[in-house]
């Protein structure tokens, strides 16, 4: 048996020399090979002794990487969800057989990356999708389980419309990144979290979200999402630097394209309301996702792509769209091909092993023939580019509108406090002179009044100064430390028609379940007697909280947690005219406005503002 494999010089198998027809441990007989890379060849085989295919993972039998690879297969064989391909079978060489191999299920059906050549999915299909990897995922994370290598690869639609997941732990253990192996569960978590996102945007438009710190290049296929502003500067944190998914296609659902953004915060460091859990992905998704109605889709989708069914149910589309924003199949270059009508020579094409993903014909295990475009499947795969125009789909659309970058927060200019000096010197003028008047009044009908209760009677409360505002979003209680910052001096600029606003928030008015609240954190310039604060809001009711630092006399505001504040006064139920009353003066140089409740301002989604706030003595 030996004697039919080449050697390398020192003495030892090429792994590169296998070929069709080898048969591995008495039982797997190699049929196909559908992919090369890193030393790792993936193989087409038939279990002869249960009569079905399977996909086998072949290795040398010194290869460095098997005791992780084993391990990874273990753990993988524990999983019972039927969503995930399972691992069968795993044998390390010794003896008369010359390799180590893994064996595992084989998917009868086309990957995401092989459906989006025809173009992007629909709403209910993408959303369905992704909230079924993420179901599966979730109670594996809890068990410290992580995918790491989630893309439209590794995501198989079969011919009823099932979703199977592919390459659990394995695919990452045969292809290991540079210091993956020491991450700790939250950055595990977050990989996983980043996948799922881009997973949905992908699903959504058809591109792929390339950090933008990364070069800009086609990856699973697909042409990157374009880049709005510049790039971030070195060191500094990577900015939502693409268009939400319902600015590049009309007829995705708002709602949806904010969860696909959220999802793909935590792994990057974006400002913003974050999905940071598998579980949290699934709820913000339930709302929009009805499973029959998805399935039925998506297996008109998949048969639809290879041609066996003469035109595909007609897409979903959100009421009031229009006709021109339906997801359209193309059909064009669309065929059937047998596995057996490959030629054994164009199955065995080996391309380097840092062939990467993003280079067109290309998958996750380096070039390989279009018909075995991703080794989980038997589906043919096209040519990326085969039925895509040249020209930019989407050069005709306007410019959508970047995000503001991220700063710093900004101070109340001189000229706007110059201004309200002014109208706090008129007003005190005006005030004083009314004062006086009264006061002489008084004391001609009622010379017997005491003085002291003359100045009790004419006490009138008075403005107090903001000299500085900036917002209160602290990471330890679950924010991104930029609720908006840039837009704080609004609330407190004496023009009601300018509003600061909290970020929008779905599923849960609470912020989304995602932290207790955020709010703006004023500054008195020195400690100052506070009665009362009055508040023009955005809309209502909101849950509002007036706080002080709980430290007193405290230099500097507390802005790590809002532990470190105490509330003095509160309504749970504030008009957009409110006032938050203590039931006695505090002496403070900082009052914070802390929202822990936003009223709706959609279906589903939540959020408030401040147009204007006053301080009184």
């Known amino acids: 048996m030996g004697d039919s494999y080449a050697t390398d010089p020192t003495g030892r198998l090429e792994l590169s020399q296998v070929s069709a027809g080898l048969i591995l441990s008495g039982r797997y007989r190699l049929d196909a090979l559908l992919a090369h890379s890193r030393n790792v060849m ?17 290795l040398e039998p010194e290869d460095p990487r098997l005791g992780t690879v084993f391990q990874a297969a273990r753990e993988a064989a524990t999983v019972t969800d039927s969503r995930f391909l399972r691992v069968l ?46 179901q599966a995922l979730a109670p594996l994370h809890a068990r410290g389980l992580f995918h790491l290598r989630i893309s439209p690869d590794s995501v198989i639609i079969t011919g ?19 210091g993956e192996s020491e991450l700790d569960w939250v950055k595990r978590e977050a990989i996983d979290m980043r996948g799922l996102g881009a997973l949905l945007y992908a699903c959504l438009t058809a591109r792929w979200p390339v950090p933008p710190t990364e070069p800009q290049r086609v990856h699973w296929g697909l042409p990157p999402a374009p880049l ?51 579980d949290d992905l699934v709820d913000a998704l339930d709302s929009v996702v009805d499973r029959l109605d998805a399935e039925e889709s998506l297996e008109h989708l998949v048969l639809t792509h290879n041609g066996e069914v003469p035109s595909p149910l007609p897409p979903a589309v959100l009421p009031g769209a229009d006709e021109d924003d339906r997801p359209t199949q193309n059909l064009q270059n669309t065929h059937v091909v047998s596995m057996d009508d490959i030629p054994t ?29 991703n080794p989980y499947t038997n589906r043919p795969g096209t040519d990326p580019y085969a039925s895509r125009p040249a020209a930019d789909p989407y050069a005709d659309r306007p410019t959508p509108v970047p995000a503001p970058p991220r700063q710093r927060p900004q101070k109340v200019s001189a000229g706007t406090l110059g201004r309200r000096w002014l ?114 809001l955005a809309n209502e009711p909101s849950q509002l909280q007036l706080m002080v630092p709980a430290e007193a006399d405290a230099d500097q505001p507390p802005m790590d947690t ?30 914070m406005v802390y929202f822990t409740g936003l009223p709706a301002v959609a279906s589903a989604q939540y959020r408030s503002g401040i147009a204007e706030v006053t301080v009184n003595d």
């Open 345 to 373: 020579a164009a199955m065995a094409a080996v391309p380097p092993d840092d062939a990467g993903p993003g280079t067109p014909g290309q998958g996750r295990y380096g070039a390989m023939p279009a018909s075995a475009s």
């Open 562 to 591: 809002v532990d470190q504040w105490e509330v003095i006064a509160s309504d749970a139920a504030a008009g957009t005219d409110t006032t938050l009353t203590p039931d006695s003066p505090v002496e403070t140089r900082w009052v």
């Open 89 to 134: 079978d795993a044998l390390e060489a010794h003896g008369q057989e010359p390799w180590s191999f893994v064996v595992c299920e084989y998917a009868i059906g086309d990957s995401v990356q092989q459906l989006l050549t025809d173009g992007h999915l629909s709403t209910p299909q993408a959303a369905f999708i992704v909230s079924q990897v993420a």
């Open 423 to 536: 109208l706090v010197l008129a007003a005190f003028v005006v005030i004083s002179l009314v004062v006086l008047q009264v006061r002489g009044c008084a004391q001609q009908d009622d010379s017997s009044v005491a003085p002291t209760e003359q100045a009790s009677s004419t006490t009138v409360p008075t403005d107090v100064a903001i000299v500085d505002a900036f917002d209160f979003d602290p990471t330890a209680d679950g924010g991104d430390a930029n609720e908006n910052a840039e837009d704080v001096p609004l609330a407190v600029d004496g023009d009601p028609s300018t509003v600061w606003h909290t970020l929008t928030y779905y599923n849960n008015p609470a912020f989304g379940g995602l932290k207790p609240g955020a709010g703006i954190v004023l500054d008195l310039g020195e400690p100052t007697l506070v009665s009362h604060v009055s508040l023009v």
């Open 42 to 58: 993936t193989w087409r085989a038939i279990d002869q002794v249960l009569s079905r295919p399977v996909l086998i993972h072949l």
């Open 160 to 178: 009823n419309g099932n979703v199977k997941i592919v390459g659990l732990l394995v695919d990452a253990a045969l292809r290991p990144e540079a």
């Open 228 to 278: 709005l502003g510049l790039p971030p500067m070195p060191g500094g944190p990577n900015e939502q630097m693409w268009p939400a998914p319902n600015e590049l296609e009309r007829s995705v659902d708002p709602q949806v394209s904010s969860v696909a953004m959220a999802a793909l915060r935590p792994g990057l460091g974006i400002a913003g309301p974050s999905l940071r859990t598998a």
